[in-house]
Structures are given as structure tokens and as C-alpha cells.
């Protein structure tokens, strides 16, 4: 099973922080932003380098550099939120934005958007969407992805159903899964419980919560 649980006591504290329904708007895009650097640490650790040189104002050092800075691929809009701290870590990384809702009664996406860089095709890929519900949104984006013709994704989240895991599992069992947490189980309206509610409403103020 290729589920890797980022797992550290600032992510922990953080995401403990962030599921608090109480949490603002503009405490909870934070914190989602520096989840997000800390889970870049380990989501990239494959990354592969190369040896060069570079001038320090008191010598030349041998230093390694990346080779290539893996493509980013967002699903709106919650995604965005999870997007912006590995834009800031990778800042030559190209980015890719699928555009897809889950109808609230069937929990089927329905796509309203895509835009893919090509250099996707020949690079590793993040999709990242920080959650994974039923698993149909991020299926919907491997789906789209392996028909364009895009072999090497790895998919990124912050808090996981097992539902979801098992269904990119069943479909796609090479796509390697980071979360920050695997959570208990869906309610009835596909909710991730305990979760932190909906993701989207949270980041972008949408939701009726007076908090926001
Ligand atoms: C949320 C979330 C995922 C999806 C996960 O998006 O960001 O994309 O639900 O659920 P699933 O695994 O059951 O598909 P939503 O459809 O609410 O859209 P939004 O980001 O625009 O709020
Ligand atoms: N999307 C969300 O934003 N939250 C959930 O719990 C499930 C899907």
C-alpha cells in the first residue's frame, strides 16, 4: 500500500489546530500554508539532484541542485489553499489546474475546468487537493491525467478517508498517497469524520459559519 502518513509534532499540533471549528478563515489558510511547507519536506525527498558548482563569496563549493522542479496539479478550488506553500517551495515548478465540484447528492465531480502544462507528460507530477473524501474528485483527476498520457503522479492531501484511499488504490495502485491524516470514515453526505468540514467553504469563506 503506497499510503505514506506525513507524520511530525508541528504537522499534528497545526492540523489540530486547523480542525477546530472555531479557527478563522485567516488562521486556518495559515495554517493549511505551513502544513503544507512541512509536508513539502517529505513529499520531495525523491527529488533527484545533481552535482555542480557554485561561487561563494569566499570559495567554490561543489553543490547539488534539483534536476527538474516536479509539475503541480491543483483540483478547485480547495486545492489552492495546499497549492500555494508548494508554489512557494518550488518556484519554477509549472502548474496544472483541474476545475471539478462534487454534486452535493450523488458526491459525483463534475469537471468545469482543465488546464495541464505539457511538460506534465515527461516530468513527476503533485496533485495535491487537501481532501480525499470518496475518492471521486481526485479519480476523476488521475482519470483525466493517465488519458493525456501522464505516468508518474503522486497525490497529496491533508486529511483522508480510507474510502478514498481504497478507490485511488483499487484504480491506481502506483499513485503514491501523502496525508497528513487518515481519518475515521464518511458520513452520510460524504463529510470525511471527524474531518474539519468543507474545505473549500473554509479556505474561501463561503460557508454560513459566523467564525469566518
Ligand atoms: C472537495 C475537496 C475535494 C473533494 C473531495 O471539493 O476539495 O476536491 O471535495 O471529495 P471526494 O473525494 O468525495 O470527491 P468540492 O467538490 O467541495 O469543491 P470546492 O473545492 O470547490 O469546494
Ligand atoms: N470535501 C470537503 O471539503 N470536506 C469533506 O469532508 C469531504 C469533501
Do not use: W
Not at 486547523?18 to 478563522?24: C, G, H, Q, T
Not at 516530468?123 to 475518492?135: E, R, Y
Amino acid at each position: 500500500m503506497k499510503l505514506h502518513i506525513v507524520d511530525h509534532p508541528l504537522i499534528r499540533h497545526k492540523l489540530a489546530l486547523l480542525r477546530d471549528e472555531k479557527r478563522s478563515m485567516p488562521e486556518f489558510k495559515k495554517l493549511l500554508h505551513e502544513i503544507g511547507l512541512l509536508m513539502a519536506f517529505d513529499v520531495t525527498q525523491d527529488l533527484e539532484t545533481e552535482e555542480t558548482v557554485v561561487k561563494t563569496p569566499v570559495a567554490v563549493a561543489r553543490a547539488d541542485k534539483l534536476v527538474q522542479q516536479p509539475v503541480l496539479v491543483t483540483i478547485l478550488r480547495a486545492g489552492i489553499g495546499m497549492l500555494n506553500p508548494f508554489m512557494e517551495i518550488l518556484p519554477n515548478a509549472r502548474v496544472g489546474f483541474l476545475g471539478m465540484n462534487r454534486d452535493e447528492e450523488t458526491l459525483q465531480p463534475h469537471s468545469y475546468y482543465n488546464k495541464i502544462p505539457m511538460q506534465a507528460l515527461d516530468n513527476k507530477v503533485l496533485l495535491i487537493d487537501p481532501m480525499l473524501a470518496t475518492g471521486g474528485s481526485a479519480l476523476n483527476a488521475l482519470d483525466f491525467l493517465a488519458e493525456k498520457g501522464v505516468t508518474d503522479v503522486t497525490f497529496i492531501c491533508l486529511v483522508a478517508a480510507p474510502e478514498g484511499v481504497e478507490a485511488i488504490h483499487a484504480r491506481y495502485p502506483n499513485v503514491d498517497i501523502y496525508t497528513a491524516a487518515l481519518d475515521e470514515k464518511l458520513n452520510e453526505k460524504g463529510y470525511i469524520v471527524p474531518g474539519l468540514g468543507d474545505a473549500g467553504d473554509r479556505i474561501f469563506g463561503t460557508g454560513d459559519d459566523e467564525n469566518l
